[in-house]
Structures are given as C-alpha cells and as structure tokens.
C-alpha cells in the first residue's frame, strides 16, 4: 500500500550530473526518514544521504558531490548529483523508514539505475 515512486536515473558521463526524485505519500513523507541508498553489481547496498524536516545526512564519499532536498509541497525528496564518477554507478533505491519502541517500518522504492561511463 505504501509506494515509493523513483525516477531521473540514466547513463550519463563521468563529470555530469543527475537528479534523482521520489515521490512518497503524504503520510510517510511528512513522518518517516527518507533516505537514498544504493547498490552497485557484486556490492552491498549501502547508505547515500537522508533527510528529515530538521536535519540531512550523507555519505563521506559523496559530500560536496551529492545533495539531498525534498519538496514539502510535492512529498518528493531529491539527490541532486554532481561531478559523477564511475564509482557512483549503481541502482540508486529511495527508502522511508521510522522506529516506533521495538518495532520498525521501512518501505523501498524500486530502485533506478545510474550509470556513470564514457
């Protein structure tokens, strides 16, 4: 019932930019962390950046290249990158989550390839 709809993935060269977009209903958008994480072939998915209404948090290798935003207005969260490399190649997956005690919820969008190569 709750989905995460992602798009702006594409094949672009190494120095360009991309912008991701996930769209979220309301009621997780304006509740839950949003997050984008990633998984490149053979690799772990691991943690790019996420946002709250009060706070944003990213991943060491990708500061000063990446940022995440989000549109109150749109329940949309963005990644906005830039100075891609081919390292950065990987599906790119938007993820909401919240920790109510014990118990978590976590919803994962589908996931858009991003592939950085010349």
């Known amino acids: 019932q709750v989905q995460l709809v992602e798009s702006g993935g594409g094949v672009v060269q190494p120095g360009g930019s991309l912008r991701l977009s996930c769209v979220a209903p309301e009621n997780i958008f304006s509740t839950y962390i949003m997050a984008w994480f990633r998984q490149a072939p053979g690799k772990q998915r691991e943690f790019v950046a996420a946002?709250?209404?009060?706070?944003?948090n990213t991943l060491d290798s990708v500061k000063g290249r990446f940022t995440i935003s989000r549109d109150n207005t749109r329940n949309t969260v963005s990644l906005q990158m830039s100075s891609l490399k081919p390292e950065d190649t990987a599906v790119y997956y938007c993820?909401?989550?919240?920790?109510?005690?014990?118990?978590?919820?976590?919803?994962w969008g589908q996931g858009t390839q991003v592939t950085v190569s010349s």
């Open positions: 993820n909401a989550k919240r920790t109510i005690g014990n118990i978590v919820q976590s919803y």
């Open positions: 946002i709250t209404s009060s706070w944003t």
